[in-house]
């Protein structure tokens, strides 16, 4: 992980890219350094899925904890220069030839981060270090991932534990990445009796990486109660049985069983 302002990094030596060494490895990121406004992340996994709002397990976690959550473009590693520029340093000077265990890649690792960091100058940074510019986050780690609060308004519904949700006889696939989790029905402001589940927000220019969730306060949501300072370019589901393509199809009148992964 790097930060996006100053370029400082952050490294762990990891067996894999499954979600629960991933998730272990962002909470200890996020105790030591504070929890970031934003995260920024390529289409891959764990980090994204082919879901709804293409959120996974792992970026619901980063909703849950206050963070937005940005996707850059299929295929466009330039939405994230800066990143992938470390990456490919990285891989070469410490990575295409691994240590023979984790332990002993990590210090690599460490030994990589403090020169890339504290000692070598960054052309975007005015040559200088990014370690110069770097503070923590004053944002702390919420340990009892607190369930998220909605409006009065809002009609609050459990996803079951195979994704799918329940409403008025129809049962929708809303992704495994909600399994469990509360989510939030807005009543339309136009049509009458047609609860929408509101994706997230999108950014209006497609140079731009879209913009998947921007939580703050009490007004956020996995499925994306967008917030007040972003009232446009947001995509709706119409939660009805009639609902078009831009709606979600119901899969059947009534949910099947629970599907545990």
């Known amino acids: 992980?790097?930060?996006?302002?100053?370029t400082c990094s952050a490294l762990r030596a990891q067996p894999n890219?499954?979600?629960k060494g991933t998730l272990r490895t962002c909470r200890d990121l996020m105790r030591q350094l504070g929890v970031p406004q934003v995260i920024r992340s390529?289409?891959?996994?764990?980090?994204?899925s082919t879901g709804l709002g293409r959120?996974?397990?792992?970026s619901v976690w980063w909703i849950e904890q206050g963070i937005e959550v940005e996707f850059t473009?299929?295929?466009?590693?330039?939405d994230n220069g800066?990143?992938?520029r470390m990456?490919?340093?990285?891989?070469?000077?410490?990575?295409?030839?691994?240590?023979?265990?984790?332990?002993?890649q990590q210090r690599r690792f460490e030994r990589w981060r403090?020169?890339?960091?504290?000692?070598?100058?960054?052309?975007?940074?005015?040559?200088?270090?990014?370690a110069d510019f770097y503070h923590p986050s004053a944002r702390r780690l919420n340990e009892n991932d607190r369930a998220l609060v909605y409006p009065k308004h809002f009609e609050v519904k459990t996803v079951s534990p195979s994704g799918h949700l329940a409403h008025e006889g129809h049962n929708y696939l809303v992704g495994e990445a909600f399994s469990g989790k509360r989510v939030g029905l807005r009543p339309p402001r136009r049509r009458a009796n047609r609860p929408v589940l509101r994706q997230c927000p999108t950014r209006p220019s497609h140079h731009q990486p879209r913009r998947c969730v921007a939580p703050s306060g009490l007004h956020h949501s996995y499925a994306g109660l967008r917030q007040t300072h972003h009232q446009a370019h947001t995509k709706t589901f119409d939660l009805s049985p009639e609902a078009g393509e831009e709606g979600l199809r119901p899969h059947s009148p009534t949910p099947p069983p629970p599907r545990f992964s």
């Open 114 to 130: 403090h020169t890339y960091n504290h000692e070598r100058p960054h052309e975007a940074l005015d040559l200088q270090c990014p």
């Open 17 to 19: 890219q499954q979600f």
């Open 73 to 78: 473009r299929p295929a466009s590693p330039q």
């Open 55 to 58: 959120l996974s397990c792992l």
């Open 87 to 104: 990456h490919r340093d990285l891989k070469a000077e410490v990575a295409q030839s691994p240590s023979p265990s984790f332990p002993a």
């Open 82 to 84: 800066s990143h992938e």
């Open 1 to 6: 992980m790097i930060g996006s302002a100053t």
């Open 42 to 48: 390529d289409l891959g996994s764990p980090f994204a």
